[in-house]
């Protein structure tokens, strides 16, 4: 049986024409570069938001651009993604970096708040991953991959009806214990992704997968990283509002 949907359709490495395969030493060296690139960017955008710098809002479109369309292409190609993961963690760098510094100005903290759960949350994930406390079974897949989509169907529904002057938006933006709620089932479910990737990763090698599932490996792990990031932000906003 498949352990992963989308993943096992690279488990034919002729497929792909490449003798090489993925390791999870390899894997873990394209995070690090990944994770580099999301620092330069972010590097960048606090350099042209500590001065000002009329580039600055160029540098906030340019960056959410530049990430979502390396981004669409690593999920649609994902023999593409490493040539797109960097430009994609750098552009992420870029944007989350103005955003929290522009955020930290209106909720002092949050953002330093929201870096520190984050990594706190992987690093407990990879813990109970690695002591098998938590399995990733085939049922706990299909499970986080139903909500994960319904959380989806539900931010496209309050995007697209706000274009109509919809105020569906205080659903998941307001402070009511229902919103607060919302949140922290989003922010558990983006945890427990985590648990996919890190199974990807070591399936992935066991399973012989192409060399290039490497960068999609840690593509994949960035963005559910970033994806943590954002949820845990909006929450830690929720609650303090009510104080």
């Known amino acids: 049986m498949s352990f992963n949907p989308v993943k096992d359709a690279f488990s034919n490495r002729e497929l792909y024409g490449s003798s090489q395969a993925m390791t999870q030493s390899g894997t873990l060296a394209k995070i690090s570069y990944l994770f580099a690139a999301l620092a330069v960017g972010a590097g960048l955008g606090w350099y ?3 001065g000002q710098s009329s580039l600055m809002g160029i540098a906030l479109g340019g960056g959410f651009i530049l990430s979502l369309v390396c981004g669409i292409i690593a999920v649609f190609a994902p023999h593409l993604t490493p040539y797109v993961a960097l430009p ?14 522009t955020l930290e100005v209106v909720y002092p903290g949050i953002p330093l708040a929201a870096v520190t759960l984050s990594g ?5 994930m990879l813990l109970l991953y690695r002591l098998e406390i938590i399995k990733v079974t085939e049922t706990l897949r299909s499970v986080l ?3 994960t989509a319904a959380i989806a169907v539900t931010y496209l529904i309050v995007f697209v009806s706000s274009f109509f002057g919809m105020n569906t938006t205080s659903f998941y933006q307001n402070s009511s214990l229902l919103s607060i709620g919302f949140s922290l089932f989003v922010v558990g479910i983006a945890a427990f992704n985590l648990l996919l990737d890190f199974d990807l990763i070591e399936k992935g090698e066991e399973r012989g997968l192409p060399k290039f599932m490497e960068w999609y ?4 792990l960035l963005v559910t990283l970033i994806w943590l990031y954002l949820e845990i932000v909006r929450l830690l906003v929720k609650l ?3 104080r």
């Open 240 to 242: 303090s509002r009510r």
């Open 88 to 101: 994609y963690a750098f552009g992420q760098g870029i944007t989350l970096s103005i955003m929290a510094l």
């Open 120 to 124: 706190a949350t992987a690093v407990a």
């Open 217 to 220: 490996a840690a593509f994949s």
């Open 48 to 50: 042209l938001y500590s």
């Open 145 to 147: 991959l139903t909500a």
